[in-house]
């Protein structure tokens, strides 16, 4: 009697087995897609990020190169441009991340540390395991039961 459910267990999984993998293979590709809109959204962030701080910066520039021409032309002293040189660079870097195409570099210098440093990516202690992941939510609960938060 208990090998003929087990042999019906048998047919149905078999019966079910390729709808099981395609809710499978649609559960991964939604959430592939869910972190590559995520990390699309977070690159966007970091450009406009970029572009506001660039317009705070160049707001900076602009207002101490007009303070240090002043005083060159008070004191013909050269020393006064001196400090236009780092603000200058300051800002262009700035102005290539914003507006330039300093991103497209990031991504192709980060491509070529993909396919020709691998070992730069590796994670320290390794990939995390099940295992690990259970045990540190286990010492977690155990802290939790130690020291309650505080209301």
Not at 38 to 61: C, E, G, H, Y
């Amino acid at each position: 009697m208990g090998n003929f459910i087990s042999i019906n267990l048998e047919d149905h999984y078999k019966k079910n087995e390729k709808f099981l993998q395609s809710l499978n293979e649609i559960a991964i590709e939604r959430q592939i897609q869910m972190q590559n809109q995520m990390a699309d959204r977070q690159r966007a962030t970091a450009v406009a990020k970029s572009r506001d701080l660039f317009l705070w910066i160049t707001t900076f520039n602009i207002t101490a190169t007009a303070g240090l021409f002043t005083g060159f032309r008070r004191t013909k002293r050269a020393y006064f441009l001196i400090p236009l040189i780092p603000l200058t660079f300051v800002n262009l870097y700035y102005w290539d991340l914003a507006y330039g195409n300093k991103l497209h570099r990031i991504r192709m210098e980060a491509e070529h540390v993909m396919t020709h440093e691998i070992d730069m990516l590796k994670v320290p202690c390794g990939l995390p395991t099940p295992s690990s992941i259970d045990q540190g939510r286990m010492v977690e609960e155990e802290t939790k039961k130690i020291h309650p938060p505080m209301p």
